[in-house]
């Protein structure tokens, strides 16, 4: 996901990790994104490094969460970081999410990075408590509030092949395919 306020923000450059290296970020249209993901069962050195190059993509896109399908990756974990790499508390990688609870709500603009260039007033839980699995395969609870709750749902909806548009009105999801469709057609997708 990405808000106005990451929009447009570069990443200072910070030595990445030896392995790790951008990854492509799939747009709509791709039919990995609109595709349940499968469940991750292996909490090796393949699903480490996945995460460090899903990191180093959010960061330099630059966005405050990412699904793995938006990397072409049909498997169910995601990474956020609500603080742009201010807060390492806020650097999360969810493996197996799955919302338990979700309170109130929020309406903000949002955007996504598989969705370049669009924005959209969305509504949102404003609290989430979402269960999953860290890197080694414990279990994890997460609490969160406010731009945090709207980044996992958010993400969780694109691990269940769930696109932001689907929070839109027919009319508006519309007029966003025929600006896609355009796009498209001068290849500029
Ligand atoms: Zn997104």
Sequence with gaps: MNDRLSTGRRRTINAPTQTSMILKIVKYGES?????????????RELRELVDNMLETMYAAPGVGLAATQVGIGRRLFVMDCSTEKDKRQKIALINPVIESEEGEQIGQEGCLSVPGFYFDIKRPRKVVARGQDLDGNPVVLEVRDLEARCISHEVDHL??????????????????????????????
């Design 32 to 44: 990995v994104l609109a595709r349940p993901t499968e469940q991750v069962t292996a909490f090796d």
């Design 160 to 189: 269940d092949g769930k696109l932001l548009l689907v929070h839109l009105s027919p009319l508006k999801r519309d007029m966003l395919e025929r600006k896609v469709k355009k796009k498209m057609k001068r290849g500029d997708w």
